[in-house]
């Protein structure tokens, strides 16, 4: 019997290749050649994200729930962890660099060489609290940053526990 309706056929996306598919995730790279060819070239990565940015990232949910890989974290999320407590400054803070963060919290921070350093550095008032080991800084967990600003996938947060809620402790790296 003739219709009238049309065949739907599904868009296929393409596999994505598996150095792009490490680093987008992971941040790490399989392949010197790849990391010559990217390491400084940040418009280049921001495009590859942005061509398997659905495919890995609903995959990356699926597994990883309540947290991003980490392309996301470099092109699309809307800013840093929210800071809950601890002592010590944040390096790219305190010497107006470029933050280096790793997920949301920044992944150097001053020390009491570099406080020290830096107060006798010149007459400039060097106003900094050196990262404690005793009381280090610490941020809300990824999930409660994601919640927190309404970035949960749909079911994601049926999948997490209060554990993935428990505030992190920032490293100095």
Not at 30 to 59: F, G, M, P, S
Not at 121 to 126: E, G, L, N, S, Y
């Amino acid at each position: 019997m003739p219709t009238n309706r049309e065949k739907r056929t599904r868009k296929r996306r393409a596999p994505v290749e598996t150095w792009k598919k490490t680093y987008m995730l992971t941040g790490e790279f399989d392949d010197v050649d790849v990391l010559d060819q990217l390491y400084w070239n940040d418009a280049l990565i921001r495009e590859t994200w942005k061509q398997c940015r659905d495919a890995l990232l609903d995959a990356w949910i699926i597994k990883h729930p309540g947290t991003r890989p980490y392309a996301w974290w470099l092109y699309d999320a809307p800013g840093t962890r929210l800071r809950v407590g601890g002592k010590g400054t944040a390096s790219g803070h305190a010497l107006a660099a470029d933050d280096t963060h790793c997920r949301g919290i920044p992944r150097y921070w001053l020390t009491q060489e570099d406080i020290d350093f830096y107060q006798n550095f010149d007459d400039t008032p060097f106003n900094y609290v050196a990262y404690d080991e005793g009381d280090p800084p610490t941020y809300e967990s990824e999930p409660a940053y994601l919640d927190r600003l309404g970035l949960l996938a749909d079911g994601e947060r049926k999948q997490l526990k209060p554990e993935n809620f428990k505030q992190e402790i920032a490293k100095n790296e």
